[in-house]
Nanobody, 124 residues
């Protein structure tokens, strides 16, 4: 079973940047995509971004379009989330997770795999 380990979270001021990393034990698994999900206290889970492993599709939530960029390094089995122009509302625990990534959304099912999460706090 694939294992996912996130890193790169921390405390950053508004307007700053962070890059999250997700190291996967393999990028070959049953799900067709992989990406990032965030959970803030008192808020619903938000599927932030993903890419499809089967075709050239990426997805971004409207709240992060133009500020966040997802990428991968196949040689390192690593998925990145570059986060720029951070806002206080980006504060959350960010999880890497497998799922189904299509152009209009990122769908995670009960048998998909999650990492342990990394905290991102945007505050002055």
């Amino acid at each position: 079973q694939v294992q996912l380990v996130e890193s790169g979270g921390g405390l950053v001021q508004p307007g700053g940047s962070l890059r999250l990393s997700c190291v996967a034990s393999t990028l070959t698994f049953d799900s067709t995509g992989i990406g990032w999900v965030r959970q803030a206290p008192g808020k619903e889970r938000e599927e932030v971004s993903c890419f499809s492993l089967r075709d050239d599709i990426t997805y971004y939530a409207d709240s992060v379009k133009g500020r966040f960029t997802i990428s991968r390094d196949n040689a390192k089995n690593t998925v990145y989330l570059q986060m720029n122009s951070l806002k206080s509302e980006d504060t959350a625990v960010y999880y890497c997770a497998t799922g189904k990534c299509i152009s209009d959304g990122y769908y995670i099912f009960s048998d998909d795999i999650w990492g342990q999460g990394t905290q991102v706090t945007v505050s002055s």
